[in-house]
T-cell receptor, first 116, second 110 residues
């Protein structure tokens, strides 16, 4: 099946720094990718829809200036958490749709962000 | 609109059965089921598209009612490997982004 690679898997940073998370579709082209955030023992909350070549669509309550999304190519979307604070600590997961139809989502392995 | 899942948690002994429900106040285009183990990404289980559909593989199956407002996931003769949190997801819009329920934590004990 299709593979979505996410990097890094874990990052620890100081408060005030920015962190970039990469999401790549390895063997297919993804014009659309999705970014989710998950707090411990909680559900996956959709943050934004990343669109190749255009602006991302953010969910209500998600600060677009805080969570910068860039989808510059058909295989790469990046999420940058700017000026990170401890409350940004969370598990971030990207996903892309099955290229063969509107079926399942393929998820990356996730990034555990810890802001000190 | 976030689908409603129940129960929130269930504890089973190996070999026992479980049912997890997912419901919405509006008819859904589809319902997706995923399982997530701690610290890992969700893994796709199945998708149901049609009202009245039933689908399954091995001892995990699911149904979608005729009105397409409720789906159930059936786990029979549970195994230790079934432990994890199960999420149902519903599509919103044409881009295929999924909105997930709050999840059901399943613990299978020996």
């Amino acid at each position: 099946g299709a593979v979505v690679s996410q990097h890094p898997s874990r990052v620890i940073c100081k408060s005030g720094t920015s962190v970039k998370i990469e999401c790549r579709s390895l063997d297919f082209q993804a014009t659309t990718m999705f970014w989710y955030r998950q707090f411990p023992k909680k559900s996956l909350m959709l943050m934004a829809t990343s669109n190749e070549g255009s602006k991302a669509t953010y969910e209500q309550g998600v600060e677009k200036d805080k969570f910068l999304i860039n989808h510059a190519s058909l295989t790469l979307s990046t999420l940058t958490v700017t000026s990170a604070h401890p409350e940004d600590s969370s598990f971030y997961i990207c996903s892309a749709r099955d290229p063969n139809g509107r079926e399942k989502l393929f998820f990356g392995s996730g990034t555990q962000l810890s802001v000190l | 609109q976030q689908p409603v899942q129940s129960p929130q948690a269930v504890i089973l002994r190996e070999g026992e059965d479980a049912v997890i429900n997912c419901s919405s106040s509006k008819a859904l285009y589809s319902v997706h089921w995923y399982r997530q183990k701690h610290g890992e990404a969700p893994v796709f289980l199945m998708i149901l598209l049609k009202g009245g559909e039933q689908k399954g593989h091995d001892k995990i199956s699911a149904s979608f009612n005729e009105k397409k407002q409720q789906s159930s996931l059936y786990l029979t003769a549970s195994q230790l490997s079934y432990s994890g949190t199960y999420f149902c997801g519903t599509e919103r819009g044409s881009q295929g982004n999924l909105i997930f329920g709050k999840g059901t934590k399943l613990s299978v004990k020996p």
